[in-house]
């Protein structure tokens, strides 16, 4: 199967690296620059040295499949980058957090089938080209509601069963996205804050856990607000899954932090915020967070920059 891959961070490479092991015709998409950068080394994906075939934009051709796997505040670029890999029935992967990146690529691409879908369980974590794993979890996906699986699932559900990659179809994607909306905006953001592992969040009674929870909670009600039926049921069942993480492991979101990259607090405690807002609802720990994250971010800046009388 033809696969464009943009996006070769530690969720990118995670999944890419079964697919290319799978045999698939995986090619990553990469501007020039980084491009270069990428055919001169390899990737080393839980001691497994891999090196991906790379095309720049003017090279590529329309996928089976493509996967769009980097941060928020790059997805306008990444849209740039895959738009003659999308052609006809092309099916669109989007593997970013939040709840509003498959609307985005729809819109970008109405001659594609985006399909919803969220990652769940995967702990990898990156360091310059090296990316280890304990979990990568699963990858649930469906059609946009109110359609039946199609096609595109169908060759999505191939594509990831051929690659030994778990997966979910869920028909209820809607809530599978909020769902996980809400455990990044407790998880990813009090890690963030934190600078921490999951081992804080593991333990029952950590400050760290009920401060990701009352996140959560506000998420909630803004997600009932909006007519999705999310409840204690869901953070319940986030905490399942917490317990089989590597505690030593970090969410993206505080790898960011710790290398000092922007972070995705916009499309989190951003959009809880603009939601309760917008339905009259509280978000004071979101609010919170967001101000301490900006905090941090300025924080690190002004760290990175010279003395005044130095410059």
């Known amino acids: 199967m033809r696969v464009h891959l943009v996006g070769l961070g530690a969720v990118g490479a995670g999944y890419g690296s079964k697919i290319l092991a799978a045999g ?5 998409i990469a501007a020039a620059d980084r491009a270069e950068r ?3 080394s390899v990737t080393t994906v839980n001691g497994v040295d891999y090196r991906f075939g790379v095309l720049e934009p003017a090279q590529a051709g329309p996928a089976d499949v493509v996967i769009v796997a ?4 790059a997805l306008a670029e990444a849209i740039a980058l895959i738009g003659s890999s999308v052609g006809p029935g092309t099916v669109i992967l989007s593997l970013l957090n939040g709840v509003d990146s498959e609307r ?5 691409f109405p001659q594609s ?6 990652t769940v369980g995967i702990d990898a974590v990156r360091l310059d080209r090296e990316v280890r794993y304990t979990s990568l979890g699963r990858i649930v996906f469906g059609e946009v509601p109110p359609a039946e699986p ?3 699932v169908a060759r999505l559900s ?3 069963a051929s690659s030994d990659i778990a997966y979910d179809v869920s028909d209820d994607m809607v809530h599978q996205l909020w769902w996980k909306f809400l455990i990044n905006v407790g998880v990813n953001q009090v890690s963030a804050v934190l600078k921490a592992p999951y081992r804080l969040f593991q333990i029952t009674d950590s400050p760290a856990r009920a401060a990701m929870i009352a996140s959560q909670r506000e998420v909630i009600a803004v997600a009932r607000a909006e007519g999705v039926n999310l409840g204690e049921a869901d953070i319940e069942a ?11 492991n970090y969410t993206s979101m505080a790898q960011d932090a710790l290398a000092g990259r922007e972070t995705e607090v916009g499309i989190f405690a951003g959009r809880v915020c603009e939601l309760g807002r917008r339905h009259g609802i509280a978000t004071p720990v979101n609010e919170l967070l967001a101000l301490l994250l900006a905090a941090g971010a300025l924080r690190d800046r002004d760290a990175a920059e010279p003395p005044a009388s130095a410059r």
């Open 24 to 28: 698939h015709d995986l090619r990553v």
């Open 38 to 40: 990428y055919r001169r």
């Open 70 to 73: 980097v941060k928020s505040p």
């Open 104 to 108: 985005i690529l729809a819109d970008a």
């Open 113 to 118: 089938q985006v399909l919803l879908s969220v």
């Open 150 to 152: 199609g096609p595109a």
């Open 158 to 160: 191939e594509l990831l």
């Open 238 to 248: 986030w905490l399942a899954v917490l317990a089989e993480l590597g505690p030593d």
